[in-house]
T-cell receptor, first 117, second 115 residues
Framework: DGGITQSPKYLFRKEGQNVTLSCEQN?????MYWYRQDPGQGLRLIYY???????QKGDIAEGYSVSREKKESFPLTVTSAQKNPTAFYLC????????????????FGQGTRLTVV | AQTVTQSQPEMSVQEAETVTLSCTYD???????LFWYKQPPSRQMILVIR??????QNATENRFSVNFQKAAKSFSLKISDSQLGDTAMYFC????????????FGGGTRLMVKP
């Protein structure tokens, strides 16, 4: 079945440590996104990518980094520069390059809950 | 910059009644898609309904329907015959094709369905 997979489901980070969250999709989608969600809050865009080897900063990119070496994969690294990383992280993907070919639904992973210990 | 605003942080409704969630957005583009997503306590995002901006007819999906007012840039969600399982966060979102498929969300509305 086509879908989008995030791992791990739970992640613990020590102070000063970098951690990487995985996001993989087999939907052949061009666009991929990372969002951060704090308790009771909405989704804030961290980074997004429209094509391999290209990505753009979202609203809260500071302290995060991404790569897009393959169409299927869009990993997010939470660096030690991110001072308050405890949050729920959602990865999403969206298809097509023209409105007519768009698979008009964003698919989401099940999320990663990151906690600083 | 494109923005989505949900002006109702929380709402409640009695079971079997009807509730409307509001959403407004701001864009200068004409071709885009609008969505309502549901996020239950499991935090899995579930598509509720979508609307193509070039279609004048309002989308419906069983008990869910939208009131799409393009000129007013408004996209409200009506839930009829509310069920306990409708309790969740609801997010309005839209994507514009020639803005590189930027997917933008509103801040969400927490809906509580009371028995």
């Amino acid at each position: 079945d086509g879908g989008i997979t995030q791992s791990p489901k739970y992640l613990f980070r020590k102070e000063g440590q970098n951690v990487t969250l995985s996001c993989e999709q087999n939907l052949n989608h061009d666009a991929m996104y990372w969002y951060r969600q704090d308790p009771g809050q909405g989704l804030r865009l961290i980074y997004y990518s429209q094509i391999v080897n290209d990505f753009q900063k979202g609203d809260i990119a500071e302290g995060y980094s991404v790569s897009r070496e393959k169409k299927e994969s869009f990993p997010l690294t939470v660096t030690s520069a991110q001072k308050n990383p405890t949050a729920f992280y959602l990865c999403a993907s969206f298809g097509g390059q023209s409105l007519e070919r768009l698979n008009t639904e964003a698919f989401f992973g099940q999320g990663t809950r990151l906690t600083v210990v | 910059a494109q923005t989505v605003t949900q002006s109702q942080p929380e709402m409640s409704v009695q079971e079997a009644e009807t509730v409307t969630l509001s959403c407004t957005y701001d864009t200068s583009e004409s071709n885009y898609y609008l969505f309502w997503y549901k996020q239950p306590p499991s935090r899995q995002m579930i598509l509720v309904i979508r609307q193509e901006a070039y279609k004048q007819q309002n989308a419906t999906e069983n008990r869910f329907s939208v009131n799409f007012q393009k000129a007013a840039k408004s996209f409200s969600l009506k839930i009829s015959d509310s069920q306990l399982g409708d309790t969740a966060m609801y997010f309005c979102a839209f994507v514009i094709n020639n803005a590189g498929n930027m997917l933008t969300f509103g801040g969400g509305t927490r809906l509580m369905v009371k028995p």
